[in-house]
């Protein structure tokens, strides 16, 4: 390859917009270097050094885009776009950190509305009214502009299977890169949302503390309703030098209940880890009840009935 061109490839990450590569070599040495193979063509102006594309890949009428590998993709579309967008939704949600995104799914920009993008295979384009690729709307991370966190969960709603829908809102709330309420501000300039109301609920609970789906399910299902106290959900917890954030507590009597997940089952590590954390907090007079997954989501009943029994022994204790 061109030594120029070649400088411009690596500098472009693997990807070359025809604009850059006309400004310091004539256009036959793009036609050549496209003739032969050196580069691939992704997008209208854009290549990619033909390194990154599977060796295996002619598609008969198909996208060479589609082939890429999504960083690829990526780096391709906002070269396209020349400025004029912004990761959006899927690939925004990727770009965060609170989602991977899989290499069947298109790459997802956002748009101010009348730009003259347009859809493409494998390149999903939301033109939205009143958008700004500047800060608040649009930040930079890794050196790509990416719409706010709390707008991309909005926006990457819908687009989702249900079941995988509440994933990556609880993660962005658990990694502390935003809040319910804000997540639930960008609700509310969406109000015509797929799917609007399931949304709303998960942020409903997990503003009222809950941190997983197993704590929503036992909030939905066990620990609230008659006979129950107002349980706090994360409860901190400050013993000695440790702090610690207790699932489901009841103040008055001092007990900590924990829903104990899949994926801490049968770990003899886990276990002594659970076991020293609560004789810690038996010092200071909080009982740890646990509740596996298991019982939880198939023995609600039975597990309502026990948390009420262990609390009304309580309250006694504490009365006498």
């Known amino acids: 390859m061109n ?12 990807v070359l917009t025809r604009r850059a590569a006309v400004q310091v070599v004539p256009p036959w040495v793009l036609a050549h270097a496209d003739r032969v193979g050196q580069i691939r063509r992704v997008l ?23 082939l890429l590998d999504v960083a690829y993709r990526i780096r391709a579309a906002l070269a396209w776009a020349q400025g004029r967008a912004a990761l959006g939704s899927l690939t925004a949600l990727a770009a965060w950190g609170v989602r991977g995104q899989p290499a069947g799914e298109p790459v997802c920009l956002n748009v101010v ?22 800060p608040p709307q649009v930040l930079i991370r890794g050196g790509r502009p990416v719409v706010r966190l709390e707008r991309a969960l909005v926006d990457a709603w819908p687009l989702l299977p249900v079941l995988d829908r509440p994933a990556p809102v609880i993660r962005a709330v658990n990694d502390r890169l935003t809040t319910p309420a804000r997540i639930a501000s960008a609700l509310a300039a969406v109000p015509r949302l797929t799917g609007r109301a399931q949304l709303r609920t998960l942020l409903d609970r997990l503003a009222a503390g809950c941190r997983s789906p197993l704590e ?3 909030h939905d299902h066990v620990f609230t309703g008659p006979g129950m106290p107002a349980f706090r959900r994360q409860a901190r917890i400050v013993v000695g030098r440790r702090t610690m954030y207790l699932d489901v507590y009841a103040e008055r009597e001092r007990v900590d209940i924990e829903l104990d997940g899949a994926t801490t089952h049968g770990d003899p590590r886990q276990r002594e880890i659970d076991l020293r954390r609560d004789a810690l907090l038996a010092t200071v007079g909080i009982l740890v009840v646990r509740f596996a997954r298991h019982r939880l989501v198939h023995e609600p009943d039975a597990v309502r009935h026990e948390v009420r029994a262990i609390l009304a022994t309580r309250r006694d204790a504490v009365d006498r």
């Open 3 to 14: 030594p120029v061109l070649r400088s411009l490839v690596e500098q472009g990450g693997g």
């Open 44 to 66: 209208p102006g854009v290549y990619v050094d033909a390194a990154v594309v599977p060796a295996a890949a002619h598609p008969a009428g198909g996208s060479t885009f589609a």
């Open 113 to 134: 509305a009348g730009c003259g993008l347009r859809p493409r295979a494998h390149l999903k384009i939301h033109h939205r009214e009143g958008f700004a690729l500047v």
């Open 216 to 218: 929503i399910w036992g």
